[in-house]
C-alpha cells in the first residue's frame, strides 16, 4: 500500500507549491541540505536513540536534555536552557529561541523527549529498545537489519527501530534540522521561533502547568506548533487542530487473601479473574458502545468546518482493516474519523494469576485491568473517570481506593479497588478557520503534491488545554511520523522518508509568510 | 483457629486408639523414633527441598531422583530402581520395596517428588522456592524467619517454606520416615511394602500410564496409598476415596495484528481483552452456576454412605471465609465438599497487554485465558473440554487450534484459538464400604483423638483412573499437609506438625492389621 521513495532519485519528488514559502526557493533549498548530509543526519540520531528515556528514569531523562542542548547550541539557537517546573526533581523542557529583527510574531516549535515504557521481552529478536537498529522494512513485511550505509544512500521505506524513533524523537530531530536547513540556507524568517521540548509527557505530562505558569513570558507566542503522532494512514501529511484527552482508571478485584489449589476450592471461593471479566463485559456492548451512564453525554457538536473536514478524510478504513488484519471496526458505522470524535473506553491491560509455561492451578488472589478513556471536547477528565466509578459502584461492588481491610472484606462480597489515575487531562481544539491556521495548511501543502489531510481531532492524546488555560495560547499539530509506527508498543520504529519529510516539513512552517 | 502444639510437650497428645496397629505400643514406638532425631530429619528435608523440582526441568526432576533413590537405601528398603517409561527422556518414577515374609497383600505408597512452576518474583521479600526457610508462623500471621534450632527442639506451629514443601515431598518425606520409623522399632507388618514416587504429576501424569503398563508385575498390590494433598481445613485427618480430575482449556482472542495506540484506534479497532472478558463472562453467572450447556450432565450420582459422610464433613466454611477473606462463597448454598462434588470452571491465569508500571496506553494484539476444568466421576475430560469449544463457538466464535491465516482474520470478526490441552484425566472414586478401606481409617484413626474426615471426593486432582485402567488397582488417599500450604501458588509451606504427624500416620497404615 505504500509508495516506495528512494531517496536517492526522490529529487524529482513533486513540491505542492512554494507560495507558503517566505522564498519560492525555500523547499528546494532546504532538500539540498539535508541531503547533502543524510548520513550524518542518521549518525547524530541514531546516537541520540540510544540514550534510554523512558519516562519517569530521571538520570537517563537528564542525558537525553544534555544533548538536546548541545544539538541546540551547534545550530547556532540561542538562550538554550532547562526550564523547570516548582516540584523538585520535575524532568525540564529544553528551551530555546531565535529572535527575528523585525518579526512581530512568534511560533514555537513543540515536541518531547521522553518516551513509553518498554518490555523489552516484547521486542522482536535482535531488537532491542535502546540500540536504534536499521531494518529494510517494517518487520511485518519481512524487513530484514542492514547496515548504516557509507555514503548515505538511504532509501524512504527503510526503518529506524528504537523506543521514541517516531514518538517523539522525530519531532525533535525534524524541529532542529529543520531550523539548521533554514539557517544554512539563508531563508527568510517571518517570525521568531522558539523551541519547548517537553520530558514528561508519556506520563500526562504532571508538571507541564508548573513550567509553563513559571516561564510564561519567555513562552509568549502567537501559535505553538505541536510535533508529535502520525501523518495520514494514506502517507499523506496531516494539520491537526486538536487532540483527544485522556484519563486512566486503574481497577483491582479480590478473591482468595492467598492462591487457593483449584482443585480443593473450585466452585466455592470466588474467582477474581472471572469477576473482572463480568465487571468489564458490562461495560461495552458487542457493538462498541460504552454502556456507562451518561457516557457520551457532554460531548460538544464538532461545527459545519469539522464536520466537512471529516467528510473529507480518505477513507483509509479498507486498507487498516487489511494491514491490521481486521474483518471489521468495533464500531462498524464509522469511521475511525468519526470513532475518534467520540470517548472510547480501552483496556490497556489485564492480568490475574498466570498464562502459558507460568500457569498453574490456582484461584488467584487478584484481578487488575487498566482502562483509558480517551476524551473528546465537552469531557471533563475527572468527571469521565467519575461515571466510570460509579457504574462499578452500580454493579454491586463495594469501591474503595486501597487494598480492603479484613472487616471490608468480610461484610462486602465483591469489592474494587480503583484508583482514579492523577495523570489525566481534557481535550483540545482550535478553530480551523483562524488566519494563522490558514498560513500553516499553506505552508504544509507547498511540501507536496498530494492534498494534506485536516484534522479537526487527532486520536493522539496531548496536555494542549494546558497551553490554552496558562499562556492562553493557540495549538496546531503537525505529525510527521508514519503510522504503522508502533508507538507506545514494542518494535517502536520510524520510516527514513517521513523522517527526512519532516524536516521539510517544519521548514515550510518555521518560515511560512 | 489452630492448634498451637509444642512438640517439646506434645508427647502428652492424645492416641486415639492402637487396635488398628498390628502391636499395640505401635504408635509410641514410632512417636519416640522421629522425636529422637528431629534436626537430623529437618536437615535432610531442607537439603531435599533445595533441589529445584520443577515439572519438566529434566536435571534437576533426575536429581531428586538420584537422592530419593540414596535416602531409601539408606533405610534399607530394596530393589530401589528407576521406572521408565516408554518415550525418551520421561521423567522416571522411583520405585522400591520391602518383602515381608508370610504377607499375602501388598500396600504401595504414592507421593510425587515434581513440584508446580514457580515465579520467584511473586515469593514474598526473603523467600526463595528453593531456598528452604523456617519461620515462626504463617507468613499471613506474621511469621518471621528463624534459625533451624540446634538441638531440634521444634515448634509445630513453625513453617518451613519451599517449593513442594508440601506438595508433594512432604509425602516422601513421610513415607521413608514412617518405614524407618517402624523398621528401627521393630514393628510387625503384615503386608508387603512398596513405594513409587512419580516425577511428572504437576504435567498431568502424561507418561504414568506408560509406567505403569510397562512394569505391571512389579506393581501389582491390593491398594495404593496416595500421600499427596491436605488435610481437613480443621486440622483433623483424613481418609479420601477419590479425586476429582481436571482437564484445561487455553484461550486466546484476536485484536490487530500490532498494538495500536489507543488514541488513534480507541473506539475502531476491536479490543482483545474486552472480547474475551465478555466471552468469559458468558460462562459462569454470579450464582457461581456454570452457563455452558450440558455442564453437569454427566454427572454420577453420590451412595448413600457417600452422602452421609459429606453430612458428617465438620462446618468449616465460617473459619475459611474469615481465613481467606471471603464475604461469601461463589456457589452460597452449597458447602466446600459440596462443590466439590461437582464439576467446575476456573480461571487459573488472565493476560492481555501490561498492567502496573509497564501498562501503555495501547489496544493489545491479543488476550489469553487459562481455563481449568475439574471433574467428577461420570465426567469424561475430553468431553468437558469439547463443551466449552462448543461454548465458544456458540458465542459466534470462529475456533481453531493454531494462530489465524491472514485469510480467516479478514473474514472472521471473531477468532479464538483454543487448545484443549493433552494433559487432563477423569475423576475417580473407590467405595469406602470396602473391607480394606475399613483398615485404612482404623489405621489412621488409632493415631488420633479427632474424628477422622471422610471424604468421598477429595478436590485435588490426581491421576488415579490410571492405576484402575492399567492395573485394576484400588487407591485411597491420606494426605497429611496442612490446608493453608499454598501448594501450586507462591510461598508453599508445610507446617511441621504436619509433617512429624505424616510420619505416624503413615506408619499406622503401613503396619497395619
Known sequence: MYKVITWIICCTLAIGGSSAFAQPDGPAKVRAHWQSKQRKLIDEYMSFLSIPNVVGDTV????????????????????????????????????????????????????????????????????????????????????????VPAFGNFQGEWRLYARAASDDKAGI????????????????????????????????????????????????????????????????????????????????VYGPKRPLHSGHYGNWAPNPALMLARLLATMKDESGKV?????????????????????????????????????????????????????????????????????????????????????????????????VIDHIRAQGYYVIDRDPTDHERKTHEKIAKVIAVDNGYNAQRTPMTLPIAQKVIAAVQSTTSDDVVLIPTSGGSLPLYLFEQYLQAKTIAVPIANHDNNQHAENENIRLSNLFAGIETMAAVMSMR
Chains 1, 2 share one sequence.
Not at 525534524?174 to 517537553?198: P, R
Not at 504532571?206 to 507566542?221: A, T, V
Not at 458505522?333 to 492480568?351: F, K, T, Y
Open 291 to 387: 454502556l456507562i451512564a451518561d457516557f457520551y453525554d457532554d460531548v460538544k457538536p464538532l461545527s459545519d468546518a469539522e464536520r466537512d473536514a471529516i467528510r473529507k478524510m480518505p477513507e483509509i478504513e479498507t486498507q487498516m482493516k487489511s494491514e491490521l488484519g481486521l474483518a471489521a471496526a468495533e464500531m462498524k458505522d464509522r469511521s475511525i474519523a468519526e470513532s475518534v470524535n467520540l470517548p472510547s473506553l480501552n483496556i490497556n491491560g489485564i492480568q490475574s494469576g498466570n498464562v502459558g509455561k507460568m500457569s498453574s492451578n490456582v484461584i488467584p488472589t487478584i484481578a487488575n485491568a487498566v482502562l483509558d478513556l480517551r476524551l473528546v471536547p465537552g469531557n471533563d477528565w475527572k468527571r469521565q473517570q467519575q461515571k
Open 173 to 252: 530531530f525534524a524541529i532542529l534540522n529543520a531550523y539548521e536547513a533554514v539557517a544554512t540556507s539563508g531563508l527568510k524568517l517571518n517570525y521568531n521561533i522558539k523551541f519547548f521540548f517537553e520530558g514528561e509527557e508519556e506520563a500526562g505530562s504532571p508538571h507541564l502547568h508548573e513550567i509553563l505558569d513559571l516561564h510564561r513570558n519567555l513562552l509568549q507566542s502567537d501559535l505553538w506548533i505541536i510535533c508529535d503522532g502520525p501523518v495520514h494512514q494514506t502517507g499523506r501529511k496531516v494539520v491537526s487542530f486538536g487532540v483527544r484527552g485522556d484519563a486512566h482508571v486503574d481497577i483491582t
Open 60 to 147: 537517563n531523562i537528564a542525558r537525553n536534555a544534555k544533548v538536546i542542548m548541545q544539538m541546540m547550541a551547534n545550530r547556532g539557537i540561542g538562550n538554550v536552557q532547562l526550564l523547570k517546573g516548582k516540584t523538585p526533581h520535575t524532568p525540564p523542557a529544553v528551551y530555546g529561541e531565535v529572535i527575528v529583527p523585525g518579526a512581530k510574531q512568534t511560533l514555537i516549535f513543540y515536541a518531547h523527549y521522553d518516551g513509553q515504557p518498554v518490555n523489552p521481552a516484547q521486542w522482536a529478536d535482535g531488537l532491542e529498545p535502546f540500540s536504534p537498529r536499521l531494518y529494510s522494512g517494517p518487520l511485518a513485511a519481512g524487513g530484514q537489519p542492514i547496515d
